[in-house]
């Protein structure tokens, strides 16, 4: 049964610095996967970072600049390097799996409500000023 988990969530100040990791179980071709970082905060869900399988990269701008999505397909395992963290990216850090064309493609989706398939239980990330 393909599942995914996450860890590395915690509590860190203003300014501080964490790296999520997700790993995939069960995935026969992980490396054709692409895979996406989605936040929730209340009830607002919003897709942060996708790499396609290609290892093409798409960031919102909520957190570009200072995220780094990254995979390492040998490990079966999906990052997401986290810097200068402000408390409005306090909230449950969920990775998220599916195939997809491009990169930009599982970013629309996020946006639009629809997919992707395989979804992790999430890790909670708290930002304190």
């Known amino acids: 049964l393909v599942s995914l988990v996450e860890s590395g969530g915690g509590s860190v100040q203003e300014g501080g610095s964490l790296k999520l990791s997700c790993t995939g179980h069960?995935?026969?071709?992980?490396?054709?996967?692409?895979f996406a970082w989605v936040r929730q905060a209340d009830k607002a869900r919003e897709g942060i970072a996708v790499i396609?399988?290609?290892?093409?990269?798409v960031y919102s701008d909520s957190v570009k600049g200072r995220f780094t999505i990254s995979r390492d397909n040998a490990k079966n395992t999906l990052y997401l390097e986290m810097n200068n963290l402000k408390p409005e990216d306090t909230g449950m850090y969920y990775c998220?799996?599916?195939?997809?064309?491009?990169?930009?493609?599982?970013?629309?989706?996020?946006?639009?409500?629809?997919?992707?398939?395989?979804w992790g239980p999430g890790t909670q990330v708290t930002v304190s000023s």
């Open positions: 998220a799996a599916d195939t997809y064309a491009r990169a930009k493609s599982m970013m629309a989706d996020l946006e639009s409500g629809r997919g992707p398939e395989y």
């Open positions: 069960d995935f026969l071709t992980f490396s054709s996967f692409s």
């Open positions: 396609h399988s290609s290892g093409n990269t």
